[in-house]
């Protein structure tokens, strides 16, 4: 079955930086988009970022661009958001999500991971 | 931008009732909206994806229509797992992707 395990979230101060990681099992990771879509506490949810299935094409929220980069490793089925110049209002749960569709993405999300929670707090 | 506003805010049944969601689009959409579910401390899940089509193992009581700017979720009999937040999402204007603010369904 499909499993997308998030890691790497945790505390961090504002301006700081953290690498966020998303492992994939049970589908074939390298034919299908990956997003991340974030859900500040209490709030609702706000897509971030994602990434075509071979990695070239990458799209990002405005609030993100120039400090936020998705990135992904087929060989080790691995999905990543590297998150810099942290603001508090980037506090939320990070959710990798797998796309519906083969090939070009969709933008419809079928498969969510568990989420990792990320505070930004001095 | 494209604002999804969703309505009823919190919508109060009970089990056994039918449940009416609305999603209206600032600009048409088309057909390329879909309904999540989440739990409370749970991921969403997709129900419902380009307006009327049901995610796998979706259960026949949830249904969904519309097309343009109006949208609805239906369940057609509530039962005691149905009660959580609904978002609603649309793909039109890719990558500028964006949710409705949630409609919470609670146990009246």
């Known amino acids: 079955q499909v499993q997308l395990v998030e890691s790497g979230g945790g505390v961090v101060q504002p301006g700081r930086s953290l690498r966020l990681s998303c492992a994939a099992s049970?589908?074939?990771?390298?034919?299908?988009?990956m997003h991340w879509v974030r859900q500040a506490p209490g709030k609702g949810l706000e897509w971030v970022a994602v990434i075509a299935s071979d990695g070239r094409d990458k799209y990002y929220t405005d609030s993100v661009k120039g400090r936020f980069t998705i990135s992904r490793d087929n060989s080790k089925n691995t999905l990543y958001l590297q998150v810099n110049s942290l603001r508090a209002e980037d506090t939320a749960v990070y959710y990798c999500?797998?796309?519906?569709?083969?090939?070009?993405?969709?933008?419809?999300?079928?498969?969510w991971g568990q989420g990792t929670l990320v505070t930004v707090s001095s | 931008e494209i604002v999804l506003t969703q309505s009823p805010a919190t919508l109060s049944l009970s089990p056994g009732e039918r449940a009416t969601l609305s999603c209206r689009a600032s600009?048409?959409?088309?057909?390329?909206l879909a309904w999540y579910q989440q739990k409370p401390g749970q991921a969403p899940r997709l129900l419902i994806y380009?307006?009327?089509n049901r995610a796998t193992g979706i259960p026949a009581r949830f249904s969904g229509s519309g097309s343009g700017t109006d949208f609805t979720l239906t369940i057609s009999s509530l039962e005691p797992e149905d009660f959580a937040v609904y978002y609603c999402?649309?793909?039109?204007?890719?990558?500028?992707?964006?949710f409705g603010q949630g409609t919470r369904l609670e146990i009246k």
């Open positions: 999500a797998k796309d519906m569709s083969i090939g070009a993405a969709a933008y419809h999300f079928d498969y």
């Open positions: 049970g589908f074939t990771f390298s034919r299908y988009g």
């Open positions: 380009d307006a009327s």
């Open positions: 999402q649309q793909r039109s204007n890719w990558p500028l992707i964006t």
């Open positions: 600009q048409s959409v088309s057909s390329y």
